[in-house]
Protein backbone atom coordinates (compact mmCIF):
# COMPACT_ATOMS: atom_id res chain seq x y z
CA UNK A 1 0.00 0.00 0.00
CA UNK A 2 2.55 2.50 0.79
CA UNK A 3 4.17 1.63 -2.31
CA UNK A 4 0.76 2.74 -4.36
CA UNK A 5 0.69 5.95 -2.28
CA UNK A 6 4.20 6.79 -3.02
CA UNK A 7 2.99 6.07 -7.03
CA UNK A 8 0.48 8.27 -6.46
CA UNK A 9 2.01 10.95 -5.07
CA UNK A 10 4.94 11.05 -7.48
CA UNK A 11 2.49 10.81 -10.22
CA UNK A 12 4.00 13.53 -12.23
CA UNK A 13 7.13 11.71 -12.12
CA UNK A 14 5.32 8.93 -13.94
CA UNK A 15 3.75 11.06 -16.70
CA UNK A 16 6.72 12.91 -17.44
CA UNK A 17 8.86 8.91 -17.81
CA UNK A 18 5.84 7.82 -20.35
CA UNK A 19 6.20 10.98 -22.37
CA UNK A 20 9.38 10.46 -22.67
CA UNK A 21 8.68 6.57 -23.53
CA UNK A 22 6.59 7.90 -26.09
CA UNK A 23 9.01 10.12 -27.39
CA UNK A 24 12.47 8.51 -27.55
CA UNK A 25 10.58 5.46 -29.19
CA UNK A 26 10.31 7.41 -31.97
CA UNK A 27 13.06 10.53 -32.12
CA UNK A 28 14.23 11.80 -35.30
CA UNK A 29 11.97 9.10 -37.20
CA UNK A 30 9.47 10.82 -40.08
CA UNK A 31 6.53 8.49 -39.52
CA UNK A 32 6.79 8.72 -35.68
CA UNK A 33 4.12 6.76 -34.17
CA UNK A 34 2.77 5.43 -37.34
CA UNK A 35 5.72 3.27 -37.50
CA UNK A 36 4.13 1.20 -34.39
CA UNK A 37 1.12 0.38 -36.68
CA UNK A 38 3.36 0.02 -39.94
CA UNK A 39 5.64 -2.61 -37.94
CA UNK A 40 2.61 -5.26 -37.70
CA UNK A 41 1.02 -4.12 -40.60
CA UNK A 42 3.84 -5.32 -42.46
CA UNK A 43 4.76 -8.49 -40.49
CA UNK A 44 1.00 -9.63 -40.84
CA UNK A 45 1.20 -8.99 -44.57
CA UNK A 46 4.70 -10.80 -44.93
CA UNK A 47 2.55 -13.50 -42.84
CA UNK A 48 -0.72 -13.56 -44.70
CA UNK A 49 1.50 -14.05 -48.23
CA UNK A 50 3.61 -17.01 -46.45
CA UNK A 51 0.59 -18.93 -45.16
CA UNK A 52 -1.60 -18.11 -48.11
CA UNK A 53 0.63 -19.56 -50.93
CA UNK A 54 2.58 -21.84 -48.99
CA UNK A 55 -0.31 -23.66 -46.72
CA UNK A 56 -3.67 -24.35 -46.75
CA UNK A 57 -4.62 -22.50 -43.61
CA UNK A 58 -5.63 -19.53 -44.90
CA UNK A 59 -7.37 -21.25 -47.38
CA UNK A 60 -9.16 -22.97 -44.76
CA UNK A 61 -10.18 -19.56 -42.77
CA UNK A 62 -11.98 -16.92 -44.99
CA UNK A 63 -10.82 -14.13 -42.44
CA UNK A 64 -7.13 -15.42 -41.82
CA UNK A 65 -6.12 -11.98 -42.28
CA UNK A 66 -8.34 -10.50 -39.13
CA UNK A 67 -7.14 -14.01 -36.98
CA UNK A 68 -3.28 -12.48 -37.60
CA UNK A 69 -4.50 -8.98 -36.77
CA UNK A 70 -5.77 -10.06 -33.49
CA UNK A 71 -3.12 -11.94 -31.95
CA UNK A 72 -0.02 -10.46 -33.92
CA UNK A 73 -0.84 -7.14 -31.99
CA UNK A 74 -1.41 -8.16 -28.86
CA UNK A 75 1.75 -10.37 -29.44
CA UNK A 76 3.83 -7.50 -30.74
CA UNK A 77 2.91 -5.84 -27.45
CA UNK A 78 4.18 -8.26 -25.49
CA UNK A 79 7.67 -9.12 -27.42
CA UNK A 80 8.33 -5.36 -27.22
CA UNK A 81 7.70 -4.26 -23.82
CA UNK A 82 8.65 -7.19 -21.67
CA UNK A 83 12.63 -6.77 -23.12
CA UNK A 84 11.90 -2.97 -22.57
CA UNK A 85 10.69 -3.49 -19.38
CA UNK A 86 13.55 -6.15 -18.18
CA UNK A 87 16.18 -3.37 -19.04
CA UNK A 88 14.26 -0.59 -17.19
CA UNK A 89 16.24 -0.14 -13.91
CA UNK A 90 19.28 -0.66 -15.62
CA UNK A 91 19.32 1.43 -18.05
CA UNK A 92 18.38 4.07 -15.70
CA UNK A 93 20.85 2.71 -13.14
CA UNK A 94 22.55 6.75 -13.28
CA UNK A 95 18.81 8.14 -12.42
CA UNK A 96 18.59 5.62 -9.64
CA UNK A 97 21.52 6.83 -8.13
CA UNK A 98 21.09 10.74 -8.47
CA UNK A 99 17.63 10.94 -7.36
CA UNK A 100 15.09 9.92 -4.68
CA UNK A 101 11.48 8.28 -5.78
CA UNK A 102 9.65 5.05 -6.32
CA UNK A 103 11.28 2.91 -8.23
CA UNK A 104 8.28 1.09 -9.18
CA UNK A 105 7.46 3.82 -11.37
CA UNK A 106 10.47 2.58 -13.65
CA UNK A 107 8.49 -0.37 -14.89
CA UNK A 108 5.32 1.35 -15.14
CA UNK A 109 6.40 4.05 -17.08
CA UNK A 110 7.51 1.36 -19.72
CA UNK A 111 4.04 -0.69 -18.92
CA UNK A 112 1.97 2.09 -19.40
CA UNK A 113 3.44 3.54 -23.01
CA UNK A 114 3.47 0.13 -23.85
CA UNK A 115 -0.10 0.08 -23.27
CA UNK A 116 -0.67 3.39 -24.92
CA UNK A 117 0.83 2.54 -28.03
CA UNK A 118 -0.76 -1.01 -27.96
CA UNK A 119 -4.29 0.28 -27.67
CA UNK A 120 -3.41 3.35 -30.63
CA UNK A 121 -2.60 -0.09 -32.48
CA UNK A 122 -5.63 -1.24 -32.50
CA UNK A 123 -6.61 1.20 -34.97
CA UNK A 124 -5.20 -1.39 -37.95
CA UNK A 125 -7.90 -4.06 -36.08
CA UNK A 126 -10.83 -1.99 -36.89
CA UNK A 127 -9.64 -0.27 -39.70
CA UNK A 128 -9.25 -4.12 -41.44
CA UNK A 129 -12.98 -4.78 -39.89
CA UNK A 130 -14.14 -1.81 -41.71
CA UNK A 131 -12.10 -2.85 -44.90
CA UNK A 132 -12.88 -6.47 -44.92
CA UNK A 133 -16.13 -6.01 -43.57
CA UNK A 134 -16.19 -8.59 -41.18
CA UNK A 135 -18.88 -8.65 -38.65
CA UNK A 136 -17.57 -8.41 -34.78
CA UNK A 137 -18.62 -10.90 -32.52
CA UNK A 138 -20.17 -8.31 -30.06
CA UNK A 139 -20.77 -10.97 -27.21
CA UNK A 140 -16.82 -11.68 -26.86
CA UNK A 141 -16.26 -8.00 -27.36
CA UNK A 142 -15.84 -8.58 -22.74
CA UNK A 143 -13.81 -11.17 -23.30
CA UNK A 144 -11.09 -9.66 -25.31
CA UNK A 145 -10.98 -6.59 -22.46
CA UNK A 146 -10.12 -9.46 -19.99
CA UNK A 147 -7.88 -11.55 -21.98
CA UNK A 148 -5.94 -7.63 -22.09
CA UNK A 149 -6.05 -7.31 -18.09
CA UNK A 150 -5.16 -11.02 -17.65
CA UNK A 151 -2.15 -10.39 -20.01
CA UNK A 152 -1.49 -6.85 -18.48
CA UNK A 153 -0.78 -8.39 -15.49
CA UNK A 154 1.22 -10.75 -16.22
CA UNK A 155 3.70 -8.39 -18.24
CA UNK A 156 3.62 -6.26 -14.98
CA UNK A 157 4.66 -9.34 -12.66
CA UNK A 158 7.51 -10.15 -14.97
CA UNK A 159 8.43 -6.84 -15.98
CA UNK A 160 8.89 -6.70 -11.74
CA UNK A 161 10.78 -10.09 -11.77
CA UNK A 162 12.91 -9.45 -14.75
CA UNK A 163 13.92 -5.54 -13.98
CA UNK A 164 14.93 -6.45 -10.93
CA UNK A 165 16.94 -9.84 -11.59
CA UNK A 166 19.01 -7.79 -14.81
CA UNK A 167 20.55 -5.19 -12.37
CA UNK A 168 22.38 -8.18 -10.90
CA UNK A 169 22.47 -10.59 -13.71
CA UNK A 170 22.89 -9.28 -17.34
CA UNK A 171 22.47 -12.61 -18.43
CA UNK A 172 18.42 -11.78 -17.92
CA UNK A 173 18.30 -10.17 -21.24
CA UNK A 174 20.00 -12.49 -23.15
CA UNK A 175 17.93 -15.19 -21.86
CA UNK A 176 14.81 -13.35 -22.11
CA UNK A 177 15.52 -13.00 -25.83
CA UNK A 178 15.64 -16.84 -26.74
CA UNK A 179 12.64 -17.71 -24.11
CA UNK A 180 10.42 -15.15 -26.36
CA UNK A 181 11.54 -16.84 -29.19
CA UNK A 182 10.33 -20.39 -28.09
CA UNK A 183 7.03 -18.70 -26.42
CA UNK A 184 6.01 -17.05 -29.56
CA UNK A 185 6.04 -20.84 -31.58
CA UNK A 186 4.34 -22.44 -28.60
CA UNK A 187 1.68 -19.75 -28.06
CA UNK A 188 -1.47 -19.46 -31.07
CA UNK A 189 -0.62 -16.53 -32.87
CA UNK A 190 0.01 -18.00 -36.16
CA UNK A 191 -2.32 -20.92 -35.89
CA UNK A 192 -5.25 -22.03 -33.95
CA UNK A 193 -5.40 -23.47 -30.95
CA UNK A 194 -8.50 -26.01 -31.97
CA UNK A 195 -6.15 -27.45 -34.31
CA UNK A 196 -3.73 -28.01 -31.53
CA UNK A 197 -6.36 -29.61 -29.22
CA UNK A 198 -8.21 -31.92 -31.95
CA UNK A 199 -4.22 -33.37 -33.06
CA UNK A 200 -4.51 -36.80 -32.94
CA UNK A 201 -0.78 -36.92 -32.74
CA UNK A 202 -0.37 -34.78 -29.82
CA UNK A 203 -1.70 -36.88 -26.16
CA UNK A 204 -4.25 -34.99 -23.24
CA UNK A 205 -1.34 -34.02 -20.77
CA UNK A 206 0.58 -32.49 -23.67
CA UNK A 207 -2.30 -30.81 -24.80
CA UNK A 208 -2.97 -29.56 -21.23
CA UNK A 209 0.27 -28.16 -21.32
CA UNK A 210 -0.18 -26.40 -23.93
CA UNK A 211 -2.92 -24.66 -22.59
CA UNK A 212 -1.13 -23.96 -19.63
CA UNK A 213 0.86 -21.21 -21.25
CA UNK A 214 -0.74 -18.18 -19.93
CA UNK A 215 -0.74 -16.96 -23.57
CA UNK A 216 -2.64 -19.68 -25.05
CA UNK A 217 -5.79 -19.08 -23.67
CA UNK A 218 -5.33 -15.42 -24.18
CA UNK A 219 -5.01 -15.33 -28.17
CA UNK A 220 -8.05 -17.46 -28.17
CA UNK A 221 -10.08 -15.18 -26.23
CA UNK A 222 -8.81 -12.63 -28.63
CA UNK A 223 -9.39 -14.19 -31.58
CA UNK A 224 -12.86 -14.90 -30.38
CA UNK A 225 -14.18 -11.40 -31.73
CA UNK A 226 -13.79 -12.57 -35.05
CA UNK A 227 -16.67 -15.26 -36.05
CA UNK A 228 -15.99 -18.21 -38.27
CA UNK A 229 -11.88 -18.25 -38.16
CA UNK A 230 -11.98 -22.30 -36.60
CA UNK A 231 -13.50 -25.04 -37.60
CA UNK A 232 -16.28 -23.95 -35.12
CA UNK A 233 -18.12 -20.66 -35.39
CA UNK A 234 -16.06 -19.48 -32.29
CA UNK A 235 -12.48 -20.27 -30.85
CA UNK A 236 -13.36 -21.02 -27.65
CA UNK A 237 -15.77 -23.05 -28.07
CA UNK A 238 -12.43 -25.28 -30.01
CA UNK A 239 -10.81 -25.14 -26.86
CA UNK A 240 -12.64 -27.88 -24.23
CA UNK A 241 -12.81 -26.32 -20.68
CA UNK A 242 -11.19 -22.77 -22.01
CA UNK A 243 -12.65 -21.03 -19.47
CA UNK A 244 -10.78 -23.31 -16.88
CA UNK A 245 -8.02 -22.39 -18.82
CA UNK A 246 -8.54 -18.75 -18.54
CA UNK A 247 -9.16 -18.79 -14.91
CA UNK A 248 -5.66 -20.70 -14.47
CA UNK A 249 -3.82 -18.07 -16.78
CA UNK A 250 -5.61 -15.36 -14.77
CA UNK A 251 -3.83 -16.89 -11.77
CA UNK A 252 -1.15 -17.75 -13.03
CA UNK A 253 -0.55 -14.03 -13.72
CA UNK A 254 -1.48 -12.76 -10.07
CA UNK A 255 0.62 -15.23 -8.77
CA UNK A 256 3.26 -14.14 -11.33
CA UNK A 257 2.20 -10.51 -9.98
CA UNK A 258 2.73 -11.05 -6.43
CA UNK A 259 6.24 -12.61 -6.63
CA UNK A 260 7.13 -9.69 -9.09
CA UNK A 261 6.01 -7.52 -6.75
CA UNK A 262 8.02 -8.85 -4.00
CA UNK A 263 11.45 -9.34 -5.20
CA UNK A 264 11.29 -5.99 -6.42
CA UNK A 265 9.91 -4.15 -3.38
CA UNK A 266 12.81 -6.54 -1.49
CA UNK A 267 15.79 -5.62 -3.54
CA UNK A 268 14.52 -2.21 -4.83
CA UNK A 269 17.13 0.40 -2.18
CA UNK A 270 20.32 -1.93 -3.54
CA UNK A 271 19.63 -1.34 -6.94
CA UNK A 272 21.96 1.83 -6.75
CA UNK A 273 24.80 0.00 -5.31
CA UNK A 274 24.88 -2.64 -7.71
CA UNK A 275 24.60 -1.03 -10.51
Not at 33 to 62: G, H, R
Not at 87 to 109: D, G, N, Q, T, W
Not at 179 to 189: G, I, K, L, N, T
Amino acid sequence: MQQLRELFEYSDVLVNLVKRELKVRYKNSILGFFWSLLNPLLQILVLVTVFKYLTDMAAESPNYSIMLVTTVLPWYFFAQVLPEGAACVAEEIALVKKAYFPRLILPAATLTAGVIHFLLSLIVLVGMFVVVRVTVAWDYVPLFFLCFLVQTSFMLGLILLTSSLSVFYNDVRYILASVMMMWFFMSPVLYFAGDVMTSQRIGPLVKKLYMMNPLAPVMVGYRSIVPSIDPVTVPTEAVPGYYAFLAIAAAVAVVTLVIGAVVFNRYQWTFAEHG
